[in-house]
């Protein structure tokens, strides 16, 4: 009989089957995942997602910095005269050095024309204000009050009055995230001021930075300085970055573990300098092709770069 | 429907916009400052789950993703990964409900609890599969505090459902 083991009609009007809205919205969110994270191409998404959401943070911002607002308006006056006062010595402090900057930039750009050496960049940038600290536990980022209206692209350095704080990384419409350089995927290129001697340091992710690859016989101290190189095409050479607290030397390991602490106030809210993007490096030198070869493969490899060679003048 | 199966008072029907209200203040209430705290619960997981088991007419994985593309935009975090915990956490709700309403309140806290620890635990194996540091048991305490809220969480968003128990029929309001 064909007619018993039919289905009735849906007395009612439901949706598709729940397992089968779970497969889609499951294999759309993995999607999202895989594609975030290969690809990196759903800034629109996002983008768009944040002007509905960033208003919201805003909002639910405010009780908070009401509190603060609070705060500062009943500070004692004699906390303010103090604040004031230091401000003023520490302005006195660094006049010398200000005063004769405008003298001393001009004798270097003469003295470098005149070894015809390529000119400084100056730094440039605007000032912005941390909003919030992105509620991720994973990674250490904030989020500033300047977006894409102010021109801020990726890429951007930020700083504060005593050092590097970070990296723009993601730009939304009124808002952009800085990754600080205590996260764990963040490395700066840096220099030991009393050295000379270049390294990359990298975040630990809880709140400290680390020199990787140090060979453990290396000139390094606690209480270095270091500043950044300004090899890496994104950050100005000489901002201050972090000061080495510890150095383990282990005679079982070929590097030594050098940990440092970031010197600007990087977990501190108030206001960045986000720094203009760099003007871009000159181009690397072509590699040069090693004559040593002796398998058959890199033979042929030699030769098409050879005929490209010929080729290309 | 009754607040709990013993119950004899019969609840009015939900109001659709209260619904959404309600999930868009535990969203308010996820972005605050406070949520840096150890131990302060996910509210929208919460909030998702409570009407998941009660009206999954209107709440159901649509939303569940929606909330969920929310928090990754508001925390900086890979798309998706709030999307995917929010999903499966609408899904075994909705599937229990017909069984979890059956108990007391205290047991429905308990029934609940390992959905809402799911929904805790899955971003955090995103984040490891993509090489992030564990960050910490903390984390994980607040799906426990969050299962306790499942009280008050019932009785404050079944508030505008209540009828008043002496009903006057000459009284205008």
Redesign the interface.
């Known amino acids: 009989m064909a007619g018993i083991d039919h289905t009735p009609l849906p007395f009612f009007k439901r949706g598709p089957a729940p397992l089968a809205l779970l497969t889609f919205y499951v294999a759309l969110s993995v999607a999202l995942l895989v594609v975030d994270l290969r690809v990196r191409s759903l800034d629109i998404i996002r983008q768009s997602a944040s002007i509905v959401v960033d208003p919201l943070q805003r909002a639910a911002q405010t009780p908070g910095s009401l509190v603060d607002l609070a705060q500062s308006y009943l500070v004692g006056l004699a906390v303010l005269k103090e604040e004031n006062a230091q401000l003023r010595h520490a302005q006195l402090r660094t006049a010398p050095d200000l005063q004769r900057l405008a003298h001393l930039e001009m004798e270097n750009a003469r003295l470098r024309s005149l070894l015809s050496v390529k000119e400084r960049e100056n730094a440039k940038g605007q000032v912005a204000q941390i909003l919030y600290t992105a509620r991720d536990p994973f990674s250490r980022r904030v989020v500033v009050d300047k977006g894409q209206q102010a021109g801020i692209v990726a890429g951007q350095p930020v700083i504060d009055e005593t050092g590097i704080v970070g990296q723009v990384t993601r730009v939304f419409p009124f808002s952009a995230e800085v990754t600080l350089i205590t996260d764990k995927n963040q490395a700066v290129p840096v220099q030991v001021v009393r050295t000379g001697m270049r390294s990359v340091a990298f975040g630990l992710g809880n709140g400290q930075l680390e020199l990787k690859y140090i060979p453990a016989n290396a000139d390094v101290q606690s209480g270095d300085i270091l500043v950044t190189s300004g090899l890496d095409g994104i950050y100005l050479a000489g901002f201050p970055v972090a000061k080495v607290t510890q150095v383990e030397r282990n005679v079982a390991y070929s590097f030594a573990r050098i940990y440092c602490t970031p010197i600007a106030g990087v977990e501190n809210f108030g206001e960045v300098m986000v720094l203009d993007p760099r003007q871009p490096l000159p181009e690397p030198p072509p590699e040069a092709v090693t004559r040593t070869s002796t398998g058959g493969e890199d033979n042929t490899v030699l030769r098409t770069k050879k005929k490209r060679a010929a080729k290309a003048p | 429907m009754q607040p709990t199966y013993t119950s004899s008072r019969i609840l009015l029907p939900v109001r659709p916009w209260f619904v959404f209200f309600s999930l868009f203040c535990a969203?308010?209430?996820?972005?605050?400052?406070t949520?840096?705290w150890p131990g302060v619960p996910d509210w929208v997981a919460l909030v998702l789950c409570f009407w998941s088991v009660r009206e999954s007419r209107y709440i159901?994985?649509?939303w569940?993703?929606i909330c969920?593309?929310?928090m990754d935009?508001?925390?900086?975090?890979?798309?998706?990964?709030h999307?995917?915990a929010y999903?499966?956490l609408a899904?075994g709700a909705?599937?229990l409900s017909r069984r979890i309403l059956w108990f007391p309140l205290a047991q429905q806290a308990l029934h609940v609890m390992p959905l809402l620890v799911m929904a805790q635990v899955i971003p955090v194996l995103?984040?490891l599969l993509?090489?992030?540091?564990f960050?910490g048991w903390g984390?994980f305490i607040s799906p426990f505090v969050a299962s306790t809220l499942w009280v008050p969480a019932t009785f404050v968003l079944l508030l505008p459902q209540y009828q008043p128990l002496e009903q006057d029929p000459d009284r205008p309001i």
């Open positions: 969203l308010l209430l996820n972005f605050l400052p949520s840096h159901g994985m649509g569940a993703f969920g593309i929310a935009v508001a925390d900086g975090a890979i798309l998706g990964q999307a995917l999903i499966l899904y909705s599937q995103i984040r993509t090489g992030a540091d960050p984390y």
